[in-house]
C-alpha cells in the first residue's frame, strides 16, 4: 500500500498562484511514477499533469505553460506549481502514483480543494 498526502490547496484570485505538494509513505518502492488529477464539480476527473520516474513530464493542453510538475525522490514527494490561475481550475486535485510510468494511477490522495475567484 502507498499513502498519498496532499496539502497547499486553498482560495486564490484569478491569475494569482498556489503550490500543491504530496508525499508518499509506505511500500514506496512500487512508486514509478507521480501524478496529479482534477476533479471540478459536475465533471469527471481528468489528469492534470505526469512525472514519470526519470523526471519526463506530461501536461494536459489547457495547464501547458501555467502549471509545473516536479518531483524530489529523496523526500518521496511531488509539486504541482500553478500560475496565472483561472476560474476553470477551481476543482479538487489528488495526488497519483503509478507502478510505470504513462499508465494509469495505482493510489490516490484524499484531494484538495483549489480555488479560484474571477
Known amino acids: 500500500q502507498v499513502q498519498l498526502t496532499e496539502s497547499g490547496g486553498g482560495f486564490v484570485q484569478a491569475g494569482g498562484s498556489l503550490r500543491l505538494s504530496c508525499v508518499a509513505s509506505?511500500?514506496?518502492?512500487?512508486?514509478?511514477?507521480m501524478g496529479w488529477y482534477r476533479q471540478a464539480p459536475g465533471k469527471q476527473r481528468e489528469l492534470v499533469a505526469q512525472?514519470?520516474?526519470?523526471?519526463?513530464?506530461k501536461y494536459a493542453d489547457s495547464v501547458k505553460g501555467r502549471f509545473t510538475i516536479s518531483r524530489d525522490n529523496a523526500k518521496n514527494m511531488v509539486y504541482l506549481q500553478m500560475n496565472s490561475l483561472k476560474s476553470e481550475d477551481t476543482a479538487v486535485y489528488y495526488c497519483?502514483?503509478?507502478?510505470?510510468?504513462?499508465?494509469?494511477?495505482?493510489?490516490w490522495g484524499q484531494g484538495t480543494q483549489v480555488t479560484v475567484s474571477s
Open positions: 497519483t502514483s503509478h507502478r510505470r510510468d504513462w499508465v494509469p494511477p495505482d493510489y
Open positions: 509506505g511500500n514506496i518502492f512500487i512508486v514509478n511514477a
Open positions: 512525472i514519470s520516474s526519470g523526471g519526463s513530464t
